[in-house]
């Protein structure tokens, strides 16, 4: 009895709270494909990936890029010799990793604006 008039008391004070959570959520999934500090894409390589690639930058440099696989192997081969830990057993899988998921007939990156999403949460 007593928990159920509580409840009635106070469930019009969170219901708005709620639905506003609700739509700043769905806000957020349209508006931000990728966070600034965004995860490499699931898969087999992604841990190692994760862990040889993002030693030294963050993953947007990755994650911007739009590449054959030509330019996956100079690019994977490059940081390798720049001190990427990349197991050799595992070079040819993360090449093909890397240029599955940032292959040039992807959709482009869409960069985040820092400050648009500031004005969107900051309320
Ligand atoms: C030893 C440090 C280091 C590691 C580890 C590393 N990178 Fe880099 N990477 C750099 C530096 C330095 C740059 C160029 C400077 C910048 O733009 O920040 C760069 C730039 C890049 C770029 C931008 C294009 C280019 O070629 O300059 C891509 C793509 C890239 N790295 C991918 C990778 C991938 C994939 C891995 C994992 C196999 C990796 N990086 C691991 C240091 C590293």
Not at 31 to 51: H, I, R
Not at 68 to 97: C, E, F, N, Q
């Amino acid at each position: 009895m007593f928990r159920k008039g509580m409840f009635r008391k106070m469930f019009p004070r969170i219901a708005p709270i709620a639905l506003l959570a609700l739509t700043t959520g769905s806000l957020a999934q349209k508006g931000t494909p990728a966070n600034v500090t965004a995860d490499l894409p699931g898969g087999a390589m992604q841990a190692q990936a994760t862990t040889a690639c993002l030693e030294c930058h963050e993953a947007r440099i990755i994650l911007q890029q739009r590449l054959s696989k030509a330019a996956w192997t100079k690019d994977v081969d490059k940081m390798t010799k720049w001190g990427a830990v990349v197991d050799p057993a595992d070079r040819d899988a993360l090449i093909d990793y890397l240029s599955t998921n940032f292959s040039p007939d992807r959709p482009a990156y869409e960069p985040q604006r820092t400050a648009d999403k500031n004005a969107k949460t900051s309320k």
